[in-house]
Protein backbone atom coordinates (compact mmCIF):
# COMPACT_ATOMS: atom_id res chain seq x y z
CA UNK A 1 0.00 0.00 0.00
CA UNK A 2 1.19 3.20 -1.12
CA UNK A 3 0.77 6.15 1.43
CA UNK A 4 -0.33 9.73 1.14
CA UNK A 5 3.13 11.11 0.58
CA UNK A 6 4.52 8.13 -0.61
CA UNK A 7 4.34 8.40 -4.85
CA UNK A 8 5.32 5.75 -7.40
CA UNK A 9 8.80 6.64 -9.50
CA UNK A 10 9.11 5.63 -12.97
CA UNK A 11 13.17 6.61 -12.66
CA UNK A 12 15.53 8.76 -10.25
CA UNK A 13 16.75 12.02 -11.23
CA UNK A 14 20.74 11.68 -11.82
CA UNK A 15 22.77 14.22 -9.50
CA UNK A 16 24.09 16.38 -12.04
CA UNK A 17 19.93 17.37 -12.89
CA UNK A 18 19.48 17.63 -9.33
CA UNK A 19 22.81 19.99 -8.96
CA UNK A 20 21.37 21.75 -11.57
CA UNK A 21 18.05 22.90 -10.28
CA UNK A 22 19.64 23.58 -7.11
CA UNK A 23 21.79 25.81 -8.95
CA UNK A 24 19.35 27.44 -10.86
CA UNK A 25 16.84 27.92 -7.18
CA UNK A 26 19.69 29.10 -5.80
CA UNK A 27 20.41 31.97 -8.96
CA UNK A 28 16.48 32.93 -8.41
CA UNK A 29 15.64 32.10 -5.20
CA UNK A 30 11.68 33.98 -4.75
CA UNK A 31 11.66 34.53 -8.62
CA UNK A 32 9.13 31.71 -9.69
CA UNK A 33 6.15 29.39 -8.10
CA UNK A 34 7.19 25.87 -8.35
CA UNK A 35 5.43 25.22 -11.84
CA UNK A 36 7.14 28.13 -13.32
CA UNK A 37 10.59 27.63 -12.02
CA UNK A 38 10.01 24.27 -13.83
CA UNK A 39 9.16 26.06 -17.54
CA UNK A 40 12.07 28.08 -17.48
CA UNK A 41 15.00 25.78 -16.36
CA UNK A 42 17.93 25.69 -18.48
CA UNK A 43 17.71 22.00 -19.56
CA UNK A 44 14.13 20.50 -19.76
CA UNK A 45 12.92 17.28 -17.50
CA UNK A 46 9.62 15.40 -17.18
CA UNK A 47 7.45 17.31 -14.57
CA UNK A 48 7.38 13.96 -12.24
CA UNK A 49 10.92 13.92 -11.93
CA UNK A 50 10.99 17.72 -11.28
CA UNK A 51 8.57 16.94 -8.08
CA UNK A 52 10.61 14.26 -6.96
CA UNK A 53 13.75 16.72 -6.88
CA UNK A 54 11.40 19.21 -5.20
CA UNK A 55 10.41 16.79 -2.98
CA UNK A 56 13.91 16.06 -2.10
CA UNK A 57 14.91 19.68 -1.61
CA UNK A 58 11.74 20.36 1.11
CA UNK A 59 12.67 17.06 3.39
CA UNK A 60 16.18 18.11 3.09
CA UNK A 61 15.29 21.76 4.48
CA UNK A 62 17.56 23.19 1.56
CA UNK A 63 14.36 25.25 0.31
CA UNK A 64 10.74 26.14 1.61
CA UNK A 65 7.36 27.10 -0.79
CA UNK A 66 6.31 30.08 0.69
CA UNK A 67 2.30 30.19 0.67
CA UNK A 68 2.06 31.85 -2.72
CA UNK A 69 4.33 28.87 -3.69
CA UNK A 70 7.26 30.57 -4.69
CA UNK A 71 10.43 28.56 -4.68
CA UNK A 72 12.96 29.66 -2.02
CA UNK A 73 16.37 28.63 -0.98
CA UNK A 74 17.29 28.71 2.26
CA UNK A 75 20.18 26.18 2.83
CA UNK A 76 23.05 28.02 4.65
CA UNK A 77 25.57 26.08 5.41
CA UNK A 78 28.09 28.59 6.53
CA UNK A 79 25.47 29.92 9.29
CA UNK A 80 24.84 26.45 10.67
CA UNK A 81 28.72 26.11 11.47
CA UNK A 82 28.94 29.66 13.15
CA UNK A 83 25.70 28.37 15.46
CA UNK A 84 27.58 24.87 15.74
CA UNK A 85 31.07 26.39 16.84
CA UNK A 86 29.32 29.15 19.16
CA UNK A 87 27.83 26.80 22.15
CA UNK A 88 26.36 30.25 23.15
CA UNK A 89 24.14 30.13 20.39
CA UNK A 90 20.92 28.29 20.95
CA UNK A 91 18.43 27.07 17.64
CA UNK A 92 15.27 27.09 18.83
CA UNK A 93 12.20 25.00 17.06
Known amino acids: MIGAKEKKVLHQPKLDTIKMV ?3 IKEHSGEYKKR ?6 P ?3 MY ?3 CVIIDYLLESNKI ?7 VVW ?4 ELVKYY ?3 EEL ?4
Open 43 to 45: KKM
Open 36 to 41: ALWEHL
Open 84 to 86: LEH
Open 74 to 77: TWNP
Open 48 to 50: QTY
Open 22 to 24: EEF
Open 90 to 93: IIRK
Open 64 to 70: VLARDST
